[in-house]
């Protein structure tokens, strides 16, 4: 595992769009890249977009959603893919034949289709406060679960509310890359910034693997790279 501290969130936007740069540069054949929505990697791609907008030799980058949520009515695309789209894939004009979808019509195929795509070279992660990564939330998913189908209990549809107006618009499940799934990926790359995340990050880089907190498990891949801002570290 290789941590990184940045001095501030600016400063963590453009280490964690070098890397994935890195990937995209590192060879002429089809790279494979699974990335975050929310709030955390906002500043990754205002970094990134410029990089790779109207970039033809970068058409060799594919780009996956790892989790996602429906909507019952409002939208046609699930709120992850939904984000993505506002934060990179339109603003960087990724081509949609590059852009492929997980949701809950083809997540029984997600793994099958990433192992003949020749797998994910790399994955950009958040971590929730409670632990969480991806759809792996605390007593959702098990050490064994491969792309997965998560039942919503009413806990877990009140931590979904924010997403959105009507709660009536909750679904009863949503769909996530388990733990075989994300550590299959070739490189892991966690990112954390502010101080709501020093405590969890603290956690995370001290306590033991357990299921009470599911990112712990990403400190067994062999190729983990986790970048966090100073106020993020603030706790170790």
Same mark, same amino acid.
């Given at each position: ?9 600016? %400063? ?5 769009? $070098?890397?994935?740069?890195? /990937? ?7 790279? &494979? ?12 791609? @205002? ?6 907008? @109207?970039?033809?030799?970068? &058409?060799?980058? #594919?780009?996956?959603?790892?989790? !996602?949520?429906? #909507?019952?009515?409002?939208?046609? !695309? ?6 993505? @789209?506002?934060?990179?894939? $339109? ?6 034949? /590059?852009? #492929? ?7 029984? %195929?997600?793994? =099958? ?13 958040? *971590?929730?406060?409670?632990? /969480?990564?991806?759809? &792996? ?17 009413? %806990?877990?549809?009140?931590?979904? $509310? ?25 490189? =892991? ?10 405590? *969890?990050?603290? @956690?995370?880089?001290? !306590? !033991? ?5 599911? +990112?712990?498990?990403?400190?067994? /891949? ?9 106020? +993020?570290?603030?706790?170790?």
């Amino acid at each position: 595992m290789k941590i990184i501290v940045t001095k501030d969130y600016a %400063e963590l936007g453009k280490v964690v769009s $070098q890397q994935l740069l890195g /990937h995209m540069f590192t060879k002429n054949s089809r790279v &494979n890249l699974a990335i975050t929505a929310g709030k955390t990697p906002e500043e990754v791609y @205002r970094h990134l977009v410029p990089e790779v907008k @109207r970039k033809n030799y970068l &058409n060799h980058v #594919h780009y996956y959603n790892f989790d !996602e949520i429906p #909507h019952k009515k409002l939208m046609k !695309e699930g709120i992850t893919t939904t984000d993505l @789209r506002s934060l990179y894939f $339109q603003p960087a004009e990724i081509a949609e034949t /590059h852009i #492929h979808v997980l949701d809950e019509t083809n997540y029984q %195929e997600q793994d =099958l289709r990433l192992a003949q795509a020749g797998g994910l070279d790399a994955i950009l992660l958040g *971590i929730g406060e409670d632990g /969480h990564y991806c759809g &792996n939330l605390p007593g959702t998913t098990t050490i064994n679960d491969y792309t997965t189908k998560v039942p919503c209990d009413e %806990e877990m549809k009140q931590q979904l $509310q924010g997403h959105f107006e009507d709660s009536a618009d909750i679904p009863d499940a949503y769909v996530t890359m388990g733990p075989k799934s994300i550590m299959a990926a070739k490189h =892991l790359i966690l990112i954390a910034n502010g101080k709501r995340k020093a405590e *969890i990050m603290r @956690r995370f880089l001290q !306590e !033991e693997i357990s299921a009470a907190l599911p +990112a712990s498990i990403l400190k067994l /891949h062999g190729n983990l790279t986790v970048i966090m801002d100073q106020e +993020a570290a603030s706790k170790l």
